[in-house]
């Protein structure tokens, strides 16, 4: 078993920035894959990026790439989420959540365990 906490969510105006971080307890936190997703009102849970289990590896989707960052410290069993540029339609629920078997996955239905989400309102 692997309790995720996300921290770090909050409300910010557009084009400003914040860093999510995801705590995690429990099993070799080295063993899994990271990912973040993040769920708008009415709408369906989108991947947002994922990280591999060394760190070597991270993926984007394209409507984030080059603002977002995600990054993890295997030591502090921790992963982090650098969002710059933030939009208004970056508003959402923002979830972490390990995956321990697939090097890289967008399908959250892959994801084993999740966190109980933090959220992100940016305004206009």
């Known amino acids: 078993q692997v309790h995720l906490a996300e921290s770090g969510g909050g409300l910010v105006q557009a084009g400003g920035s914040l860093r999510l971080s995801c705590a995690a307890s429990?099993?070799?936190?080295?063993?899994?894959?990271l990912g973040w997703f993040r769920q708008a009102g009415g709408k369906e849970r989108e991947f947002v990026a994922e990280i591999t289990r060394s760190g070597a590896g991270t993926y984007y989707a394209d409507s984030v790439k080059s603002r977002f960052t995600i990054s993890r410290d295997n030591a502090k069993n921790t992963v982090y989420l650098q969002m710059n540029s933030l939009k208004p339609e970056d508003t959402a629920v923002y979830y972490c959540a390990a995956d321990a078997k697939y090097t890289a996955t967008t399908n959250p239905s892959h994801y084993d365990y999740w966190g109980q989400g933090t959220q992100v309102t940016v305004s206009s």
């Open positions: 429990g099993r070799t936190f080295s063993n899994y894959a």
